[in-house]
C-alpha cells in the first residue's frame, strides 16, 4: 500500500504564492516519478508537473515560469511552488507517484484563487 497525504492548499488572492507538500509512505518506489495534477469543476484532470528521482522535470504549459517542482528524494517528499496564481488555477490538486502501469494518487487538497 501506498499513502500520499499533501498539504498546504488553501485560499490565495491573485498574484499570490502557496507552497504544495505531499510526503509517500508505505511500499514505494523511491526512484518512481512524482508529481501534482488538477482538476477544476467541471473540467478534466490534468498534469501540472512531473519530476523524476533525478530531478528532471516537466510542467503543463499554463504553469510554466510560475510553478515550480522539487523533492526530496530522502524524504519520500514532492513539492509544488506556486506563484502569481491566477483566478483559473482554482483546482483541487493531487500528488502523483508511480508509473504508468502503477499509478497512486493522494486525495486532494483544494486551491482557491480569489479576491
Known amino acids: 500500500q501506498v499513502q500520499l497525504v499533501e498539504s498546504g492548499g488553501g485560499l490565495v488572492q491573485p498574484g499570490g504564492s502557496l507552497n504544495l507538500s505531499c510526503a509517500a509512505s508505505g511500499t514505494i518506489f523511491s526512484w518512481a516519478p512524482m508529481g501534482w495534477d488538477r482538476q477544476a469543476p467541471g473540467k478534466k484532470r490534468e498534469l501540472v508537473a512531473r519530476i523524476t528521482s533525478g530531478a528532471n522535470t516537466n510542467y503543463a504549459d499554463s504553469v510554466k515560469g510560475r510553478f515550480t517542482i522539487s523533492r526530496d528524494n530522502a524524504k519520500n517528499t514532492v513539492y509544488l511552488q506556486m506563484n502569481s496564481l491566477k483566478p483559473e488555477d482554482t483546482a483541487v490538486y493531487y500528488c502523483?507517484?508511480?508509473?504508468?502501469?502503477?499509478?497512486?494518487w493522494g486525495q486532494g487538497t483544494q486551491v482557491t484563487v480569489s479576491s
Open positions: 502523483y507517484h508511480g508509473f504508468s502501469w502503477l499509478e497512486h
